[in-house]
């Protein structure tokens, strides 16, 4: 148990529909990643938090966003649904100065049909 | 093209063997990181390696940072069936704390 949380586990929806993914991170840690893993695409980044304020981007499209409150939970947001956001999606924390590794969530099977 | 290269993509050998597995790049990274993933659950951290050359031994699983900075190796011994997974390599850039990932290699040790 890696003690990162990450609900629901599983997630089957309409294309052109709304989910929230959400993450609470290991006790102490005020970074929070977002991974989106596929067949074809590997593992991706997608977004990262720092102690509620974004610090930095990758491949997120613009129909996605995420937030992380203050009490350091995240949530990530997936609007206007495709077939190919079908993936599983992860969560990471990592503890400051964040170069050590980071910890990941058991993820959430994403399946938009 | 891809960032970081991992080979081989598939490795299937006999409980008790040995094994390596590489991860290859033409860039240079502040650190390197293995994971080992099983399926249906998130990427579990092994080792972190920061110093170019360095060697790092967890039980059975020798992992070396090449001296350059550009590669990495992960070397098994006695390969057991829990060793069966995905192993992944990751890597940050200098002053970049996100992750990116190789390709992965799906090893499965067969008793």
């Known amino acids: 148990d890696s003690g990162v949380t990450q609900t629901p586990k599983h997630l089957i929806t309409a294309t052109g529909q709304r989910v929230t993914l959400r993450c609470s991170p290991r006790s102490g840690d005020l970074s929070v990643y977002w991974y989106q893993q596929s067949l074809d695409q590997g593992l991706q980044f997608l977004i990262q938090?720092?102690?509620?304020?974004?610090?930095a981007k990758g491949n997120i499209l613009e129909r996605f966003s995420a937030q992380q409150f203050p009490d350091l939970h995240s949530e990530l947001n997936l609007s206007s649904l495709e077939l190919g956001d079908s993936a599983l999606y992860f969560c990471a924390s990592s503890p400051p100065p964040d170069s050590k590794g980071q910890y990941f969530g058991p993820g959430t099977r994403l399946t938009v049909l | 093209t891809q960032l970081l290269e991992q080979s081989p993509q598939f490795l299937s050998i006999q409980e008790g063997e040995n094994l390596t597995v590489y991860c290859n790049s033409s860039?240079?990274?502040?650190?390197l990181q293995w994971y080992r993933q099983e399926p249906g659950e998130g990427p579990v951290l092994l080792v972190t390696v920061v110093t170019g050359g360095e060697v790092k031994k967890l039980k059975r699983l020798t992992f070396q940072f090449g001296d350059a900075r550009k590669d990495s190796s992960l070397h098994i011994t006695a390969a057991q069936p829990g060793d069966t997974g995905l192993y992944l390599c990751a890597v940050q850039g200098f002053g970049n704390e996100k992750l990116t990932f190789g390709t992965g290699t799906r090893l499965t040790i067969i008793p």
């Open positions: 938090y720092y102690n509620g304020e974004e610090r």
């Open positions: 860039s240079v990274f502040s650190s």
